[in-house]
């Protein structure tokens, strides 16, 4: 795919701490589901007809139950991992003080979840705004112009182009919220091309990932929960939820280490115009 590999492991080198903390958490996750599998496992080889009713109850408790941890463990603790991320990579100077430091400083930017989901969102709104071609921000020159699959992948590709946003505010000295994410978006906008073209290939990469995990896992559970004479569904579904963490925690930061590190460089020594960026001051109000 001719991904920039290279400057990817680079910026997670930088994050690795947080990384690996990070992943340390989605793999007791994981753990945590293949105990609630197991009980789907036991209550399946039970009585015929009580043991189905009884799984599918489990299958119908532990799903919601596993979506809600998901979310308790983003809104107080996962995002700020990920802010922190996001400034490591940026190799600002002040994310080299280790991992509690690196939490600490990037609450300048992101001081808690609301203004986390708000930056999100608002970056999300300002690239669909940009890939549709509204007329108050710069057109894209006509080689960068996305038409069908193109165009699908751009628009796939916002939430790591966000982030890598979020990266590159940081690395503008991102104390001053509005300031410094309104400063990233317009160096995007102007100097992105080549940001936008890693991002579709990553965001191939990443889908490709998911899907080679999900197999690797799916076909030894599949024959596995065949020969023991269990539901099948239960093993592909398990096999969907943890390929689905490992992603979470191993693909998904690469991808935006690769992400943010293409920005990064093509935006270094590039000045953004004050003008413009007081003209999509409402895109990303402080």
Not at 201 to 219: E, G, N, P
């Amino acid at each position: 795919m001719n991904l920039n590999v290279r400057e990817a492991l680079v910026a997670l080198s930088r994050a690795l701490p947080l990384v690996l903390f990070r992943a340390g958490v989605y793999v007791a996750g994981g753990f945590a589901v293949i105990m609630v599998f197991g009980m789907l496992l036991m209550a399946a080889r039970l009585a015929a007809g009580a043991g189905r009713i009884v799984a599918v109850g489990i299958a119908l408790l532990a799903v919601p139950a596993w979506w809600l941890g998901g979310r308790v463990l983003q809104r107080f603790f996962l995002y700020r991992q990920r802010a922190a991320m996001l400034l490591a990579f940026s190799g600002c100077s002040h994310a080299a003080g280790g991992m509690a430091a690196t939490i600490e400083v990037s609450k300048g930017l992101i001081p808690d979840h609301s203004r986390w989901t708000f930056l999100n969102r608002s970056l999300r709104g300002a690239l669909f705004a940009f890939i549709q071609g509204n007329s108050l921000l710069p057109s894209r020159p006509a080689g960068d112009r996305p038409w069908g699959l193109t165009r699908i992948l751009d628009l796939l590709a916002m939430g790591h182009l966000g982030q890598a946003i979020l990266s590159l505010a940081y690395a503008r000295g991102g104390t001053d919220g509005g300031r410094a994410a309104r400063e990233g978006l317009v160096l995007y906008f102007n100097y992105g091309m080549e940001s936008r073209r890693l991002a579709r290939k990553w965001l191939l990469f990443s889908a490709s990932a998911q899907f080679f995990l999900f197999l690797c896992l799916a076909v030894p559970n599949w024959l596995f929960f065949r020969s023991a004479g269990a539901p099948v569904w239960i093993g592909v579904i398990l096999a969907v939820v943890i390929a689905r963490l490992l992603h979470q925690a191993f693909i998904v930061p690469l991808v935006l280490a690769g992400v943010s590190a293409a920005l990064l460089a093509e935006t270094q020594g590039h000045t953004p115009d004050p003008a413009f960026c007081e003209k999509i001051a409402p895109l990303l109000i402080s």
